[in-house]
């Protein structure tokens, strides 16, 4: 069952004639992980601050067509309305930590505490998200002293917390180094598997070709392609005709098979790798 469509989408920005994002036509189901790739200026941030409703209601603009999340209009409906269905994760993670709080625990209770949240049951979702993301090591500590990653997974759970049905995570990782980068995508993989809506946009495909469900394109403001993501993340030609660098995966295992030393399918993941790597050293 879809919990997000868009309905030949389109949206420009006020005092610009050209459109952001055009005629975009998608489902995204319930419980999918859904990725959306594509080069700079495609228009990928816009597609997940519509999902938001951030379109029209704080940057102002014109739409045209709908777009309906888990049954509410985007346009019609309060941002207030829109936030208790989905969760927004940007790009720097200290951008969203609000201060309130002098540890991790009273970070995370912030929101409920807006909400006019009991006390009890405070307490039992912070304590239940402190453990579904692995915050207990620093749950007493500043969330500014923490580590890019970590302060990643706070900003991730104080989304999380307030129990929306879809998580939008728009380049949660561009700002991390790489060990910081993979302690949020293991947190999103963890996330997958509970069943949550997941709509991540990222460059990272290395890591998106390990759990999404399906892969979206965006280039020159339109979607290019949906499909299964092995079927668009081992699409070379496709990837190179919108901007896109495959996985080095794919790549080297596109160089063995034109050079006859492999003869398998054009490799995505890590696992994937290391079969292909095996079958090449049994000849």
């Known amino acids: 069952m879809a919990i997000v469509e868009f309905k030949n989408f389109s949206w420009n920005y006020s005092g610009y004639r ?28 816009t597609f997940c601050s519509a999902i938001m409703g951030l379109v029209p209601h704080l940057y102002p603009g014109n739409i045209d067509g709908e777009l309906i999340v888990d049954g509410l209009n985007t346009e019609k409906s309060s941002m207030s309305d829109l936030s208790t269905r989905v969760g927004l994760i940007m790009q720097s993670p200290d951008t969203q930590l609000t201060g309130a709080g002098m540890n991790v625990e009273e970070e995370l209770s912030f929101g409920l505490e807006n909400l006019g949240t009991p006390r009890k ?64 995508f293991n947190l999103i993989k963890k996330l997958a598997r509970k069943g ?12 998106l070709a390990e759990f999404a469900d399906r892969v979206a ?46 003869k398998g399918a054009l490799c995505m993941t890590l696992n994937d790798a290391k079969e292909m790597i095996s079958k090449v050293k049994r000849g």
């Open 217 to 262: 394109i965006l280039n020159d403001n339109e979607i290019r392609k949906v499909g299964k993501t092995r079927e668009v993340l081992t699409d070379i030609n496709l990837l190179k005709k919108n901007r896109i660098i495959s996985s080095d995966f794919t790549q080297l295992s596109n160089e063995l098979i034109n050079r006859k030393l492999y």
């Open 18 to 45: 050209s459109k952001v994002l055009r005629n975009i036509n998608l489902s995204i189901n319930k419980g999918e992980f859904f990725g959306i790739i594509g080069g700079v200026g495609s228009g990928r941030t």
């Open 196 to 207: 949550i809506t997941i709509i991540l946009n990222t460059q990272k495909i290395d890591y």
């Open 121 to 184: 049951e405070m307490i039992k979702r912070v304590k239940k998200m402190i453990k579904l993301i692995g915050l207990e090591s620093f749950k007493y500590r500043n969330p500014f002293e923490l580590s890019g990653g970590q302060q990643q997974k706070v900003a991730i759970a104080s989304v999380l917390i307030m129990q929306p049905e879809i998580l939008v995570l728009d380049e949660p990782t561009a700002q991390l180094d790489p060990l910081g980068t993979t302690l949020v």
